[in-house]
């Protein structure tokens, strides 16, 4: 732990790459292969369980260090983080621990999840006892579930790269599926991670999908590609990005954040498809009217643990594939664009399946006339198109050197919002208000409307604009609810986002997708700002 705990700190307190990159190199290469295991569970994305209820981390800490709660709590708002605020004020340790990162994962930490308080208590205040405040720290983040690094996958496949002397995009092929919580990191997965290359390397992954492709976001106008001939162009659906891999006689279905999801599609999991085969696209629900349904609708499959007859009947879940990754074991990725599409459809067509489907391709004489038809994209569903050019190999992440993706989306809804709530950020961010709720007018004239919350949003700002904001909440702040802050409606600002539905659960009575900061408006006045009326026609106008 005592490792992992310095690498965390090295890695929170620079922005340099370099530094970042020298200190994983230096922990991956002095650390047990079985501890070094968790360290690129969590530094590549993966998420600990709650092991503790934050109720009990804060009372067990209140006892430990014989605090009134008043001062915990005042602590914690100064803070504004629970683990940097419970190594602060618990008192020195008087033993110290050489136990490793796995055996605290494996030993300690999981099985005081469903322990009983009793319990819990004792083992903290043991654990407490043997650790150092950057332990400590690091042991509340592992215990609450909150464990975040300002560290990039890329930068871990880099540092591994580096160890091994194996290349870099083989290491992000090893790494996919890493991070799934239902498979824990060994030393032995450790040590195949960074082994040599074999001659038939694709045969030792199992169910493991390849590194996706990104695309970029196009900034200018198409017409700057070149010949609309050397790109492919298709619909960009708002779903869930997926790969479906047939490999060993069973399926598995792994979203693009490499979660294992093939139990909460059944209908993609009982999908015959020849051995050997990787299919990439997007998971979407699709209507009886032959379009793809609402990602709200996408959402309720999503949260439930258990899917009824009814519910798979009445949202049932297609795949619409646009490319091909793998063919009778073959990986394809270096051919051409053109070339896997050629085989994609041949396979589409070969298995005749209903929740298989082809990502249609869209034709123009030219880019003006794609941009016509581009306009449409609301009333069907998508979220604009995306350009791929003909000659593009299959690469790995979003990188341009065998080729390019391009997004060309729709320009975001908008709307300009009052801030009434803010709330401190996390790790580096975490001493300013940077997480805001934003509010629009209800009423039909002055004299009756009121602010009604309808999204929240803490990206868009930059580090100059973040200050300028934080500095105003504080001067402009009514009341405080624990990390919470509401604030005398002051500033307006221009939120943009991608969809819009009805909702019950919000006060607005209606919920956005992705909402983000655009820009602050100092040229309006909070009397200015939209109203629930604006909302509602945005709605009706995305139904039409």
Do not use: C
């Not at 082809?358 to 038809?373: K, Q, Y």
């Amino acid at each position: 732990m005592r490792e992992f705990a310095r690498l965390y700190t090295e890695l929170d307190e620079t922005t340099a790459t370099n530094r970042k990159l020298e200190a994983l190199q230096a922990y991956f290469g002095s650390a047990a292969p079985e501890n070094a295991a968790w360290a690129v569970y969590f530094l590549a994305g993966g998420k600990p369980r709650q092991a503790v209820p934050t109720k009990l981390l804060r009372q067990y800490a209140i006892e430990y260090a014989q605090l009134d709660e008043w001062l915990f709590d005042e602590s914690y708002n100064a803070v504004g983080d629970l683990a940097e605020t419970i190594a602060h004020i618990l008192p020195p340790a008087r033993q110290q621990s050489d136990v490793g990162l796995a055996e605290w994962m494996q030993e300690r930490i999981g099985p005081l999840r469903g322990a009983d308080p009793a319990t819990i208590r004792a083992a903290l205040f043991d654990y407490w006892d043997q650790l150092d405040w950057r332990e400590r720290f690091l042991l509340t983040k592992l215990i609450g579930g909150g464990f975040r690094v300002g560290v990039s996958k890329l930068l871990v496949t880099r540092a591994l790269s580096a160890l091994a002397a194996v290349d870099s995009k083989l290491i992000a092929q090893r790494l996919m599926g890493w991070t799934d919580g239902t498979v824990r990191p060994t030393a032995a997965g450790f040590l195949q991670l960074i082994a040599e290359q074999s001659d038939d390397e694709h045969k030792l992954r199992g169910g493991q999908p390849y590194p996706f492709f990104l695309a970029h976001q196009l900034q200018g106008e198409p017409d700057a590609l070149g010949a609309l001939a050397d790109w492919q162009v298709e619909w960009k659906y708002d779903g869930i990005r997926a790969q479906l891999v047939r490999r060993g006689g069973q399926n598995y279905l792994w979203s693009r954040g490499e979660d294992l999801i093939t139990e909460r599609f059944p209908e993609l999991a009982a999908l015959a498809l020849p051995e050997g085969t990787v299919i990439d696209g997007e998971i979407l629900i699709w209507t009886e009217y032959d379009t793809p349904a609402p990602f709200a609708d996408l959402q309720k499959r999503i949260g439930r643990k258990t899917l009824s007859a009814k519910l798979l009947a009445e949202l049932p879940a297609v795949l619409v594939a646009y490319d091909l990754l793998e063919e009778e074991g073959v990986d394809l990725r270096a051919l051409p664009q053109h070339e896997r599409r050629t085989l994609l459809e041949a396979l589409v067509a070969a298995s005749a399946r209903e929740p298989l489907k082809i990502s249609p391709l869209v034709r123009a004489a030219s880019w003006g006339e794609l941009a016509g038809i581009r306009s449409e994209s609301r009333a069907r569903g998508v979220e604009g198109m995306m350009l791929k050019a003909r000659d593009a190999q299959y690469g790995v992440g979003r990188t341009k050197n065998v080729g390019t993706w391009w997004k060309w989306k729709i320009d975001p809804y908008t709307i300009d919002a009052v801030l009434i709530y803010a709330q401190a950020g996390h790790g580096r961010r975490a001493s300013l208000y940077t997480d805001y709720t934003f509010a629009v007018w209800d009423g039909a004239d002055a004299g009756e409307r009121k602010l009604v919350p309808f999204a929240k949003a803490y990206s868009g700002l930059t580090d100059a604009e973040i200050a300028v904001v934080d500095n105003a909440i504080r001067k402009t702040t009514i009341e405080k609810f624990g990390p919470v802050r509401s604030v005398k409606p002051t500033m307006v600002f221009e939120i943009g986002f991608e969809g819009i539905q009805l909702s019950t659960r919000h006060k607005a009575g209606i919920a956005v997708r992705f909402p983000r900061i655009l820009r602050k408006r100092d040229d309006k006045t909070v009397d200015d700002a939209d109203s629930l009326d604006t909302l509602k026609g945005l709605l009706a106008a995305s139904a039409a």
